[in-house]
């Protein structure tokens, strides 16, 4: 199993930036993929991002596409998540989970495929 502690969210503006952080603890060496999901209120947790363990490959949703960036670095076991040009319907809570074996792409982006959640960091953008 792998813990999460997500970290970096904010009250900001329409336009500004934000830079979310994800520390894991635990059986870190075994993830296989790491990725961003949120949860606005009265929605469904959505994909934003996932990177596989090299790095060597990152997804997005289209929304976000071009505005964030998800990065990893392994010797801290930490993830990133970098927010440009935030939108108000970027507002959510983030929270971060991994993979534990390959799966398919469409798994990677389905909430219900991850068992672990570390508490989310609430991020605000207003207009």
């Known amino acids: 199993q792998v813990q999460f502690v997500e970290s970096g969210g904010g009250v900001v503006q329409a336009g500004d930036s934000l830079r979310l952080s994800c520390a894991a603890s635990?059986?870190?060496?075994?993830?296989?993929?790491w990725t961003w999901f949120r949860q606005a209120p009265g929605k469904e947790r959505e994909f934003v991002a996932a990177?596989?363990?090299?790095?060597?490959?990152?997804d997005y949703r289209d929304s976000v596409k071009d505005r964030f960036t998800i990065s990893r670095d392994n010797t801290q076991n930490t993830m990133y998540l970098q927010m440009n040009s935030l939108k108000p319907e970027d507002s959510a809570v983030y929270y971060c989970?991994?993979?534990?074996?390959?799966?398919?792409?469409?798994?990677?982006?389905?909430?219900?495929?991850?068992?672990?959640w570390g508490q989310g960091t609430q991020v605000t953008v207003s207009s």
């Open positions: 990177i596989t363990r090299s790095g060597g490959s990152t």
């Open positions: 989970a991994a993979t534990m074996t390959p799966i398919t792409r469409t798994a990677v982006k389905n909430w219900k495929t991850y068992g672990s």
């Open positions: 635990g059986r870190t060496f075994l993830s296989v993929t």
